[in-house]
């Protein structure tokens, strides 16, 4: 089944302590991003990647860190998490031209 | 910057009515695809329909129709014989200019409820 999956799904944190969101697909997409979705603000997309290595800042990158060292693979790292990063997050993937495919979402909640 | 604005924060049916969502977007792209994106309460996102900017026919998938107007860079969302788990918020997305156009700039969403 074609689809794009994260981990964890819910996570409650404190502040300072870094922490990795782990995305996936299996549809070998060039295109693969992150949102974060806060109430009134809709999605604001943080980082992005248009292959492996190739990776650059979205909207509201401060905080965060991708990688993509894999063209299935793109996780998201919060070196040090704050309460403000505390929000709904979003991995997607894409080809060119096509459908953008989400993942299920992953609950962070910094103390 | 980017823009993609959805005019109307929520909106109401009744069920087994037509409702229609409002969309406009700014992209200078010639050809690229356009999307309607549901979040149900699960916040799973989900697709709903997509337009080929390139089409002058509009997209139809069952009940869910677009209304897409090129020169006017409109693109809503008709929704006809309304159910309950129609209940959603609806987010429109467009690519943006000036580049690969890979990345989407979404609005910030309506929602919609379905009154029984």
């Known amino acids: 089944e074609a689809q794009v999956t994260q981990n964890p799904r819910y996570l409650i944190t404190v502040t300072g302590k870094k922490l990795t969101v782990t995305c996936s697909q299996n549809?070998?997409?060039?295109?693969m991003s992150w949102y974060r979705q806060d109430p009134g603000l809709g999605l604001r997309q943080i980082y992005y990647?248009?292959?492996?290595?190739?990776?650059d800042k979205g909207d509201v990158p401060e905080g965060y860190k991708v990688s993509r060292k894999e063209k299935r693979n793109f996780p998201l790292i919060l070196e040090s998490p704050s309460p403000n990063q505390t929000s709904l997050y979003f991995c997607?993937?894409?080809?060119?031209?096509?459908?953008?495919?989400f993942g299920p979402g992953t609950r962070l909640t910094v103390l | 910057a980017q823009t993609v604005t959805q005019s109307q924060p929520e909106m109401s049916v009744q069920e087994a009515e037509t409702v229609t969502l409002s969309c406009t977007y700014d992209t200078s792209e010639n050809n690229y695809y356009l999307f309607w994106y549901k979040q149900p309460p699960s916040r799973q996102m989900i697709l709903v329909i997509r337009q080929e900017a390139y089409k002058q026919q509009n997209a139809t998938e069952n009940r869910f129709s677009v209304n897409f107007q090129k020169a006017a860079k409109s693109f809503s969302l008709k929704i006809s014989d309304s159910q309950l788990g129609d209940t959603a918020m609806y987010f429109c997305a467009s690519p943006n200019s000036g580049g690969s156009n890979y990345k989407l700039t979404f609005g910030k969403g309506t929602l919609l409820t379905v009154n029984p």
């Open positions: 997607a993937s894409r080809k060119l031209q096509d459908t953008q495919y």
């Open positions: 549809m070998n997409h060039e295109y």
């Open positions: 990647s248009m292959n492996v290595e190739v990776t």
